[in-house]
Nanobody, 117 residues
Framework: QVQLVESGGGFVQFGGSLRLSCAASGFTISTFPMSWYRQAPGKKRELVADISTGGVRRDYADFVKGRFAISRDDVKNMVYIQMNGLKAEDTAVYYC??????????WGQGTQVTVSS
């Protein structure tokens, strides 16, 4: 059974840090580009960061550049995102995604991040 399970969310003060983890099971992430998305209340889901297979390329949304860092550990079948300098507008549910082409699009259940101003 394919599964992505996010963890590490919680409450943090303005300017604080969190590290989110995404544990994959039922498939091997090594052949998948991996991404983190987020969705704030009343807003559309948006791409935060993605990392290519092998971790050669990492791309970030403008609103997190310089603050967030995505990484992957293919041996552990895990993906991470380190979030520093958190702002109130970073409050959202964060989702892990593995996209392997049409029909192969896996999502986790999300983890809530709440930043107090």
């Amino acid at each position: 059974q394919v599964q992505l399970v996010e963890s590490g969310g919680g409450f943090v003060q303005f300017g604080g840090s969190l590290r989110l983890s995404c544990a994959a099971s039922g498939f091997t992430i090594s052949t998948f580009p991996m991404s983190w998305y987020r969705q704030a209340p009343g807003k559309k889901r948006e791409l935060v960061a993605d990392i290519s297979t092998g971790g050669v390329r990492r791309d970030y949304a403008d609103f997190v550049k310089g603050r967030f860092a995505i990484s992957r550990d293919d041996v552990k079948n895990m993906v991470y995102i380190q979030m520093n300098g958190l702002k109130a507008e970073d409050t959202a549910v964060y989702y892990c995604n593995a996209w392997g082409g049409p029909g192969t699009d896996y999502w986790g259940q999300g983890t809530q991040v709440t930043v107090s101003s």
